[in-house]
Structures are given as structure tokens and as C-alpha cells.
T-cell receptor
């Protein structure tokens, strides 16, 4: 039981590049979410999903896309990276109001 | 809309002290409250989950309580150790809504 996994752990992008942050969970949780964490800003919700085929926007969705084709996977796409997207990204899944977090992806956009 | 605050923002104590971290929330219809620990540069580790029907949970030297009527949760750490140094976050969950995190309390336990 791996829990919530995220890849890559670190990534450096140039402005304008696109990429996908991967997130997978093996606990059969319906709810999954993406957060970004910035110094002094706490954890902010980007997008979330309540089940396969259902996604919705969180607090800071601009510049990011998500899809949920399976229960297990919830990838986050950066369409055209900007320096303001430099952050640490966490994926989480939850069941019955309890959250489980992945180890995070540290993204730097130059 | 649920809002979560944590006081103090930072705390420094000598080793061996018992301490209390506070978490306040605005909506008493809160379903669960979860406490996390985050070490610098690391992810979030779940410490304790207090479910709707519970008032407290204990794990080792940690005890968390939930008082919905007053909108407060406290995390009690007994006999603090330098290894307890980390940021502690609380997160509230209202049924059918998203989780709301507090800004965290940065704890330093001095040897």
C-alpha cells in the first residue's frame, strides 16, 4: 500500500514550458485534490475531484488544468509555466473527512 | 464559509515543557478536524483526526481535543523534545465541502 505518490520530486521549467505533475493513490478514495504551498501563504487549493470524471476549481485554479479519468490518478497540468507558479505542490486524497498527502513536488520556473 | 486560524504563529520552548497549540474555526458544523506536522522542506504527516462524534484523540505524547460549541481545537504536547520542532497545521472539514487549513504554528523546542 503506497498511499499517495507524486512524481517528479523536483522540476525546473523555463517560462512558457508546459508539464504535468503526476499524482496517484491506491486507497480507492473518491476525493482527490491539489494544493500549492508558498511561504507566508499556507496551503491553497488549486483543483479538486470528487470522483472519476468530476473536477472543480479551488481557490487558485488559473494556469492549471486537471482531469480525472480513473479513481487512482489525478494529474495536474501547467499549460504555460510562469515564475509565479514556483511553489511546492501537494496532492492529497481523502475518505470520510481524513486527508492523506503525497510527498510533494518542488517546482521552480525561471 | 469555514475559516481556520492558529495561535500562536510561532512558539519557542525549552525541552521538557508541556505545551498547547490552538486552532480556531468559525463554523461549528465542522465534521472532522485533523492535525498535521510538517518538517522543513517535507510533506504533511497526519498526527491525529478527531471525528464528528469524538471530543478528543490521543497518540503517545499528543492529545487533541475538539470543542465545536466554542469553535476550538487544541493540540497538547507533553514533555516536549527537540524532535518535536516542526510546523503544526490544523485542517477543518465540513461535510460535502473542501478542507480548510490554518496557517500553522512553527514550534521550536530548545535542548
Amino acid at each position: 500500500n503506497a498511499g499517495v505518490t507524486q512524481t517528479p520530486k523536483f522540476q525546473v521549467l523555463k517560462t512558457g514550458q508546459s508539464m504535468t505533475l503526476q499524482c496517484a493513490q491506491d486507497m480507492n478514495h473518491e476525493y482527490m485534490s491539489w494544493y500549492r504551498q508558498d511561504p507566508g501563504m499556507g496551503l491553497r487549493l488549486i483543483h479538486y475531484s470528487v470522483g472519476a470524471g468530476i473536477t472543480d476549481q479551488g481557490e487558485v485554479p488559473n494556469g492549471y488544468n486537471v482531469s480525472r479519468s480513473t479513481t487512482e490518478d489525478f494529474p495536474l497540468r501547467l499549460l504555460s509555466a510562469a515564475p509565479s507558479q514556483t511553489s511546492v505542490y501537494f496532492c492529497a486524497s481523502s475518505h470520510a473527512g481524513e486527508q492523506y498527502f503525497g510527498p510533494g513536488t518542488r517546482l521552480t520556473v525561471t | 464559509k469555514q475559516e481556520v486560524t492558529q495561535i500562536p504563529a510561532a512558539l519557542s520552548v525549552p525541552e521538557g515543557e508541556n505545551l498547547v497549540l490552538n486552532c480556531s474555526f468559525t463554523d461549528s458544523a465542522i465534521y472532522n478536524l485533523q492535525w498535521f506536522r510538517q518538517d522543513p522542506g517535507k510533506g504533511l504527516t497526519s498526527l491525529l483526526l478527531i471525528q464528528s462524534s469524538q471530543r478528543e484523540q490521543t497518540s503517545g505524547r499528543l492529545n487533541a481535543s475538539l470543542d465545536k460549541s466554542s469553535g476550538r481545537s487544541t493540540l497538547y504536547i507533553a514533555a516536549s523534545q527537540p524532535g518535536d520542532s516542526a510546523t503544526y497545521l490544523c485542517a477543518g472539514y465540513n461535510y460535502g465541502q473542501n478542507f480548510v487549513f490554518g496557517p500553522g504554528t512553527r514550534l521550536s523546542v530548545l535542548p
